[in-house]
């Protein structure tokens, strides 16, 4: 009877783990594909730009994901107020990652100049950052922070 028992809790398990995954990634590529169609509206992209458009910037999504998720996991846990020889060596690993952001744009612009007219590829960026600002927004609003308000100075808020 244990043995039976284990089995169903083991195959449950593994459902559930397994169910999440498509369910997780399902998220990201419809959120994926609004930000592209918001993209293609906002720079007025035809059809076969937007088809051309697409896997290219699926391939800079990528590289900047990786990019910024690097940091995250090798991140540990604070032990204590952070010292200033730590918040100087934040800052610096924020510059870097800055830095290698930049370089990303950089080697795609290209890439989009080979789909997109010149004054799209100009916009690009500016879009997207827009995008980015208005789904942060809206990420804390549903999460109780108000307008303008991050993560950062809801925790400070909070304690008070």
């Not at 783990?17 to 990634?25: L, M, Y």
């Not at 107020?81 to 612009?109: G, T």
């Not at 600002?133 to 307008?147: A, D, E, L, S, V």
């Amino acid at each position: 009877m244990k043995q039976v028992m284990m089995s169903v809790l083991l195959c449950l398990c593994a459902l559930t783990a397994s169910a999440q995954k498509p369910q997780n990634n399902d998220f990201f590529e419809k959120f994926f594909n609004a930000k592209v169609n918001e993209l293609a509206q906002q720079l007025c992209m035809t059809e076969e730009q937007k088809t051309k458009f697409t896997p290219i910037y699926r391939k800079y999504m990528k590289d900047m994901g990786e990019l910024w998720k690097a940091p995250k996991a090798q991140k540990k846990k604070p032990q204590g107020p952070p010292s200033e020889e730590d918040r100087v060596a934040f800052a610096k690993r924020r510059l870097e990652l800055q830095k290698k952001a930049q370089s990303i744009r950089l080697k795609y612009i290209d890439e989009f100049a080979t789909v997109l007219n010149a004054q799209q590829v100009s916009r690009i960026y500016d879009v997207e950052d827009e995008i980015q600002r208005k789904t942060m927004q809206r990420f804390n609003h549903r999460h109780g922070q108000g307008p303008g308000m991050g993560p950062r100075q809801w925790k400070k808020d909070k304690k008070e």
